[in-house]
DNA sequence: GACTTAATGGAACAGGAGTCCCGTTATGAC
DNA sequence: GTCATAACGGGACTCCTGTTCCATTAAGTC
């Protein structure tokens, strides 16, 4: 099997890990990141972005991976050297793409832009494919976990404001913990792709939002 | 890799599944269940649950899981054939085992009820990677996230009736989907520990309990 | 208890995933 | 432009997953 998900193996970062100088060789990628190396670690995540959403994540194959990024195996295998690492790779590089928040002027509002907008990505084709499969990845390999980990945070905060502008505006008690409503939003729709197999229609994200805002209003969401 | 999650491998449906009579042969474990063909089974997915709990999906190996229970290797490819069979035949094993539902004679103390009883099945070291691992698995075949699917709509349907009480008892509003209730009561749980990976600590589960029933309460699941 | 044959299990076999070696390419520093 | 060497890529090699074959065991029927 790939990886058996707690192996020292050591993913070679190639984003946004800047290793301490140790004394044996750097990891590949690292002391010469500009030219090919960029072009290839973006032609391989772009590959494993598309073999992970037409097979998803148990039909991952570094060496299918390599050819559909036209790049040699033998690379792929060095830099990234597991399917979990090169998933937890590819959800940096996902993090790094910023989603736009809108604003409407009130809760209810936001949490349904926010609740059709991750109804929107979930049940698209090729996005909704590869949240399954990285999600898989992430309950395989702890790197890989604490990788999507920080992917949700940073979308997370992005929403957050929404709820303190709430908050402010007197439609949320005091003391209600913003993050905690915009996973409220997000919790059901993930729920249904993922366990209850349920339909992600329009519906489900209407009573998501609606549903969070009035928990949120009545104050079930205070720390 | 194991499975392309799409082949066209029947599942030799060992539990509730009664294949018309083809002309070729019976899957193995149909003509003669009784006796050793039980107890293999049985062996084998009870070691199946070990593995998977111990090294999650990507680390299940059949051959590791047929020495486990103390069975032919042979038998394990023949009858489930790939890792997200066995998994599929796990869930429907799993499925059977019902879960006791408390009274409580409130809709909170009863979703609060459920709440606690997710959050310590999902906190639980064997369960919750156990959860995490089946997860995994639906999201690659076809056929395992349907026996997913059928686990939860039978998880829900056994906590509707509390919700259905609550609306005869004026808790919830007339039209309140009661599915709707408890997917509510569970979602933030799953999204926690498939997700964002914040704590799964008691007030995750008050909040969840509070949250669903202040928007059951204010109308938001009515249909 | 005897009989038919479904189901199991050991052993040999095949194919492919992942590793290693080494020559080639091109990055970054001067 | 020149140079040292980081990073890449092809191909051979290894080991392990999954298959096939056939002898052995025992379930179900009379």
Same mark, same amino acid.
């Given at each position: 099997?790939?990886?058996? @998900? ?19 060789? =750097?990891?590949? @990628? !690292? ?47 060095? /830099? ?14 996902? =993090? ?5 928040? !809108? ?5 209810? @509002? ?8 991750? /109804? ?17 990845? $992430?309950?395989?390999?702890?790197? !890989?976990?604490?990788?999507?980990? $920080? ?35 997000? $919790? ?14 329009? $519906?489900? =994200? ?8 009035? =928990? ?8």
């Amino acid at each position: 099997m790939t990886s058996d @998900g707690l192996a020292g193996d050591l993913p070679p970062g190639s984003a946004g890990h800047i290793p301490e100088p140790v004394d044996g060789p =750097a990891d590949p @990628g !690292t002391v010469r990141p500009g030219g090919r190396t960029a072009r290839v670690r973006e032609a391989v995540l772009r590959a494993a972005g598309d073999a992970l959403a037409e097979h998803g994540f148990a039909g991952l194959d570094l060496a299918d991976v390599a050819q559909r990024a036209e790049v040699g195996k033998t690379t792929v295998y060095r /830099r990234w050297g597991s399917t979990t690492a090169l998933v937890a790779d590819l959800l940096v590089d996902m =993090a790094e793409s910023s989603v736009s928040r !809108t604003e409407t002027g009130s809760l209810l @509002g936001d949490l349904r832009a926010n609740a059709h907008l991750v /109804r929107r990505t979930l049940t698209d084709e090729r996005q909704g494919a590869l949240f399954k499969a990285v999600i898989a990845a $992430a309950t395989c390999d702890n790197r !890989t976990s604490d990788a999507l980990h $920080a992917f949700y945070a940073t979308r997370i905060k992005e929403w957050a404001p929404c709820v303190e502008a709430a908050i402010a505006r007197g439609e949320a008690p005091a003391g209600t913990d913003p993050h905690e409503v915009i996973r409220a939003v997000s $919790a059901p729709l993930y729920y249904r792709l993922l366990a209850s197999g349920d339909p992600l229609d329009e $519906a489900s =994200a209407e009573h998501a939002a609606t549903a969070a805002a009035a =928990a949120a209003r009545a104050g079930a969401y205070v720390r």
